[in-house]
């Protein structure tokens, strides 16, 4: 199971910090990535963690204001985002597939197990 939590209305430049608390499998064998889906749009990767090194991607548009971390311990995986703008407002998700074999990636079909979403919304 993955639940995302820290979404809400922000103004532009403002900073959240989304979790996803993970809960029946291990980060050390799980893939992780965080989605958003804008209003009318279809769901795009932006930033994922891979099980095995801990590795880290990010989708062009928001490399330097996006970063993703893990804490094992706490089951939890992070997604800080600075510097927000009117064009981050999506829902959040994140997702997990078995990174046993395989690097984490931003493709929609790579992932197994889906969060419920989180909403932020980036407004004056």
């Known amino acids: 199971q993955l639940v995302e939590s820290g979404g809400g209305s922000v103004q532009p430049g403002g900073s959240l910090r989304l979790s996803c608390a993970v809960s029946?499998?291990?980060?050390?064998?799980?893939?992780i990535g965080w989605f958003r889906q804008a209003p009318g749009k279809e769901r795009k990767g932006v930033s994922c963690?891979?099980?095995?090194?801990?590795?880290?991607r990010y989708e062009d548009s928001v490399e330097g204001r996006f970063t993703i971390s893990r804490d094992k311990d706490k089951h939890t995986v992070y997604l800080q985002i600075t510097n927000l703008k009117a064009e981050d407002t999506a829902d959040y998700y994140c997702?997990?597939?078995?990174?046993?074999?395989?690097?984490?990636?931003?493709?929609?079909?790579?992932?197994?197990?889906w969060g419920q979403g989180t909403q932020v919304t980036v407004a004056a």
């Open positions: 997702a997990a597939f078995t990174g046993v074999f395989r690097p984490c990636a931003l493709f929609f079909d790579d992932y197994d197990y």
């Open positions: 029946g499998f291990s980060l050390d064998y799980y893939n």
């Open positions: 963690v891979s099980a095995s090194d801990g590795s880290t």
